[in-house]
């Protein structure tokens, strides 16, 4: 099973817009380096018989699939509502074509609720338009297009996101963005899978996001195979965190790909 980082950055990308001179604002990441340019977090796995699952669709949705040539997906899958994980919705539209019908989509309860509210017409059709996704909780979910899927809550600051867990082909890959506090639930979901996407947004705590040291923790509490960290700010220099992560920690960066 492969994973692929679709993005890698925090909610206003890297670099954040402004600058002196209006180029964007890097802070302590080296422009030079073109593994700092981020666009706002999402991945997609992909099975041995090229069945994918995408994870969010962010701002930069249309832009990362073209970046990584995905002309489908089976299936796609929510952790919140937050506007760089969902307002790429409308990019699925061109993908909904050719189809037999709509793309499965998933979400836990109240995020559901909220993406119905914001997108109605995305997954009711409107106006002769046809539905472009249906929406459906994750309460009795299982398989999808071949794959396991498994998934907890956890804490984003006083909201929550959804943690995924999916499994195909004898391996696993873990989700884990946007959380501010380690849970066992978390723990339980993780353990021991083969590669955990870790949210990491900077070295210092934050009261909505894992910051270094909180990502590392996680990967050794679940015994993660390898742990790539992502949702990384204009703080987080690729070269320089390379240096500091140890053996089992893999630096994200939009366009990697890593086989489980």
Known sequence: MKLVMLGSGTSTGVPRLGGPDGTGDWGDCDPDEPRNRRTRVSIMVESDDGKR???DTSSDCRAQLLANRVGHIDAVFWTHDHADHCHGIDDLRVLRYGRGGPIPGFAETETVRRLRQRFGYVFAGQEGYPTICTLDTLDRLRM???????????AHGPGETTAYRFEADGKSIGYATDFSAISDEMIDLFYKVDILVSDCLRRDPHPTHAH?????ELGEQCRAGRVVLSHLDKSMDYRTLCDEVPDFVTVGYDGLEMVA
Do not use: P
């Open 144 to 154: 999808i297009a071949g794959f396991g899927v498994d998934w907890c809550q956890m």
């Open 53 to 55: 699952l995408l994870v």
């Open 212 to 216: 270094l040291a909180m990502s590392i």
